[in-house]
């Protein structure tokens, strides 16, 4: 079976591009769920290039289920990024309101810089 780790890869910085431009339309669940998806999906093609699978959503377990070390930092910010997962796009991921009423440009700026560390983390991971 080939490989797809560049595959993964190359989808993951195309969702982070995505939450570029969530973020400029303002549309900053979106920002935020895409910035989660880039980061995940990052986290994934490591495994693949690594030679393991990966199943789930929560991009910190992703993150030590890997064999290299992650630093600690970084598994903060993954956890982050996965209280994105859900509440950005269901109407009950909150006490009340749409979820469009609950993220900014404060949150979205935080889910871009943050899949972008994790997404040159992996790249750097995977250039060894």
């Known amino acids: 079976m080939a490989n797809r780790a ?10 982070l591009e995505q939450a570029r431009s969530s973020r400029r339309e303002e549309r900053h669940e979106w920002a935020c769920f895409a910035g989660q ?4 999906k990052a986290v994934k093609a490591l ?6 699978d990966a199943w789930g959503h929560v991009v910190a377990r992703l993150l030590t289920e890997l064999p290299v070390p992650v ?3 970084l598994l ?8 994105f997962y859900v509440a950005t796009r ?4 909150h006490v009340e309101g749409a979820p469009f009423e609950h993220y900014g440009t404060l949150q979205s700026q935080e889910a871009i810089r943050y899949a972008g560390e994790i997404l040159e983390f992996v790249r750097s991971q ?3």
């Not at 560049?6 to 969702?15: N, P």
């Not at 495994?47 to 393991?52: E, F, K, N, T």
């Open 37 to 40: 998806q880039a980061a995940e």
């Open 47 to 52: 495994h693949l290039h690594l030679g393991q």
């Open 126 to 128: 995977m250039a060894q």
């Open 90 to 93: 269901y109407a009950n991921g």
């Open 76 to 83: 903060e910010k993954g956890r982050v990024l996965d209280t």
């Open 6 to 15: 560049q595959d993964w890869i190359a989808q993951a910085e195309r969702d």
């Open 71 to 73: 630093p600690d930092l």
